[in-house]
């Protein structure tokens, strides 16, 4: 017997709020998203491999992201749309709310598999652009 997935969380627009509240920090002229933290060797000779320690604001607007419903279950490895929409950005101003979560998503959970993902694309603007976007979609729903 097949299990159904339980159908994601509807979003408020008390909830997109909260993780809007994230973009103006987010672009704060040099606003420091992460350290890379390159750890010296132990005594024994076993290496530590390099990792992202993430801000405090990054962290909340991760654990923020779940709470909020913005992280959904979906097979975000094999979504080609999206690439598309990192790819091009001008479509992002196209993008449904389901869309911006299925990014969100994808670029959350890939940061587990690519140390420094988040990272990346925090710096270049992309999660700016979409949150930019939410902003938007945000604007034309009625309280």
């Not at 704060?28 to 993430?54: A, I, M, R, W």
């Not at 490895?77 to 709310?97: C, N, S, T, V």
Request: charged letters at 25%; glycine letters at 4%; aromatic letters at 12%.
């Amino acid at each position: 017997m097949l299990m159904k997935r339980p159908a994601p969380k509807q979003i408020s627009p008390e909830s997109i709020d909260r993780v809007l509240r994230f973009l103006p920090i987010f672009e704060q002229k040099g606003y420091k998203f992460s350290e890379l933290c390159c750890p010296e060797p132990h005594d024994n000779g076993t290496l530590v491999l390099p990792f992202y320690e993430y801000s405090r604001d990054v962290n909340d607007f991760i654990s923020t992201l779940y709470r909020e419903g913005f992280i959904i279950p979906f097979n975000w490895p094999i979504w080609e749309y999206g690439r598309k929409l990192y790819d091009k950005p001008q479509l992002l101003k196209r993008a449904k709310l389901e869309t911006l979560q299925k990014l969100l998503t994808a670029h959350i959970r890939q940061d587990r598999f690519c140390e420094g993902h988040l990272a990346c694309i925090l710096e270049n603007g992309h999660i700016s652009a979409i949150l930019h976007r939410l902003e938007e979609i945000r604007m034309n729903m009625k309280n």
